[in-house]
């Protein structure tokens, strides 16, 4: 079983930044893919950014409503992704969500959530 486990939440008022942090810990192999998806009041959960390990090399993936303010990084030899968030907007609110795919030589991959950080932009 893997835990992961999300920091970096909270309140800012527009414009302003905040650094989320996801550290996965528990059985792991292989990590194929780590990132952040958001889920708003009434709204659908939907993908913010993520990194994908290939052999050559890793890519990262996010929303074109983040791209230029948003940044996601990793540190997998600490089984740990990072988002930066810049130049928050109202919209942006919502609860973030880590996400990890890892691989199993025995049983293949296996997704995992965290249990969601609330992040809050307002005035």
């Known amino acids: 079983q893997v835990q992961l486990v999300e920091s970096g939440g909270g309140l800012v008022q527009p414009g302003g930044s905040l650094r989320l942090s996801c550290a996965a810990s528990?059985?792991?192999?292989?990590?194929?893919?780590m990132g952040w998806y958001r889920q708003a009041p009434g709204k659908q959960r939907e993908l913010v950014a993520v990194?994908?390990?290939?052999?050559?090399?890793?890519?990262?993936d996010s929303a074109d409503s983040v791209k230029g303010r948003f940044t996601i990084s990793q540190d997998f030899a600490k089984n740990t992704v990072y988002l930066q968030m810049d130049s928050l907007k109202p919209e942006d609110t919502a609860v973030y969500f880590c996400?990890?795919?890892?691989?199993?030589?025995?049983?293949?991959?296996?997704?995992?959530w965290g249990q969601g950080t609330q992040v809050t932009v307002s005035a």
């Open positions: 528990g059985r792991i192999f292989k990590i194929n893919v």
């Open positions: 990194i994908t390990r290939r052999a050559s090399g890793d890519t990262t």
């Open positions: 996400n990890a795919n890892i691989y199993y030589f025995d049983t293949g991959s296996v997704t995992y």
